[in-house]
């Protein structure tokens, strides 16, 4: 008799089983999610950090890149055969992550070829900080030149007077009738001698420069830069650009301080602020937020600086903060050219 396999009956030889390559919204979603760290982690390897919104990623790229670790290794630990997603993603992150370690770095110490001076620098936000805590600080931390972006002259008529017993001598970029918001202000203390003020005008708030007494052939600028927001995105790139006149090689000894609204993730600053050290990250602490005081160091941007150029070294950082304003302050020693 011969025995027929019914349709029904289970294969009796080995089965093989046939593997589905990866389906196309897999393939696609993965894309999308690359392409996004990248716009979020590296736009200015891409040309669109000067671009809204994309210039906010990159002012906060070392928390963005804490959680982007973060989350791909937590995907990775729930689905491993997520991993052709999540390590490309893990490699845009290192790529940022290279971009951050300088920053943390601590250089070896800069030159101190003459006087050495504190310098402070602190946005009032429109005027607003307290100054009778200010004024504290001041008594307290003794600085020799201090910055004081968002000071206009009301401001700087309210808090001379507090400091007047530390021999401050004052300035305001701007005249009595303009906010505090367009102006900064420049507090010389005694040891700096008689210095003389200029207005550097051209840009969005009027800059200060002093120069002269103990300053000798070093400048010494407050600045306060535009903002990335609509209204001033253009301007914003080209104030950065401005920076050259103290930083480029040739340009000689100076000292560049206050709010920059930028951070060195932006390729228009590092362009700018080639030939000046960095006092944040000459001392590895780069990544100290002074923007905004809501939340901790470690979470926001650095966007206020002491830079040196020209031969001026710098070292020493301190993040300072005084109630009332939504930036922190940064005070640095400068060593200035004899």
């Not at 990159?58 to 997603?85: D, E, G, K």
């Not at 505090?180 to 051209?202: E, W």
């Not at 000459?282 to 809501?294: D, E, I, M």
Request: proline residues 10%; contains cysteine.
């Amino acid at each position: 008799m011969t025995w027929t396999r019914d349709a029904a009956d289970p294969p009796t030889g080995p089965v093989r089983v046939r593997r589905r390559g990866p389906r196309p919204w897999r393939v696609l979603v993965g894309i999308l999610v690359v392409a996004a760290t990248a716009l979020l982690l590296v736009p200015d390897r891409l040309g669109l950090d000067g671009v809204l919104p994309f210039v906010a990623f990159v002012l906060v790229r070392a928390p963005a890149t804490i959680l982007v670790v973060v989350l791909a290794l937590l995907a990775l630990a729930v689905r491993a055969r997520w991993w052709p997603t999540v390590v490309p993603v893990l490699l845009v992150a290192a790529l940022s992550v290279t971009t951050l370690l300088p920053r943390v770095l601590p250089d070896r110490p800069g030159p101190d070829p003459g006087p050495d001076l504190v310098v402070m620098t602190l946005n009032v936000d429109r005027g607003s900080a307290d100054v009778g805590a200010l004024s504290r600080l001041l008594h307290q931390r003794r600085p020799d030149v201090v910055v004081l972006p968002e000071a206009g002259e009301p401001f700087r008529t309210r808090l001379a007077p507090q400091v007047a017993d530390l021999g401050y001598r004052s300035w305001s970029s701007t005249p009595t009738a303009e906010p505090d918001a367009v102006g900064t202000t420049i507090l010389a203390g005694p040891s700096l001698g008689p210095v003389r003020p200029d207005v550097v005008r051209g840009v969005s708030f009027p800059w200060l420069q002093i120069s002269g007494g103990a300053l000798g052939p070093t400048r010494l600028v407050g600045v306060h830069l535009a903002s990335p927001v609509p209204t001033l995105i253009d301007a914003w790139p080209a104030e950065l650009g401005e920076l050259h006149r103290w930083c480029a090689p040739g340009a000689g000894p100076a000292a560049v301080v206050g709010d920059f609204n930028a951070t060195a993730d932006i390729a228009a600053y590092r362009s700018g602020t080639a030939g000046c050290t960095d006092a944040g990250d000459a001392a590895g602490k780069g990544l100290l937020a002074t923007w905004p005081t809501a939340t901790p160091r470690w979470l926001g941007a650095q966007l206020d600086h002491l830079l040196a150029g020209g031969g001026v070294g710098v070292d020493g950082f301190d993040v300072i903060e005084v109630p009332g304003t939504d930036h922190r302050g940064v005070l640095a020693t400068v060593h200035t050219v004899g």
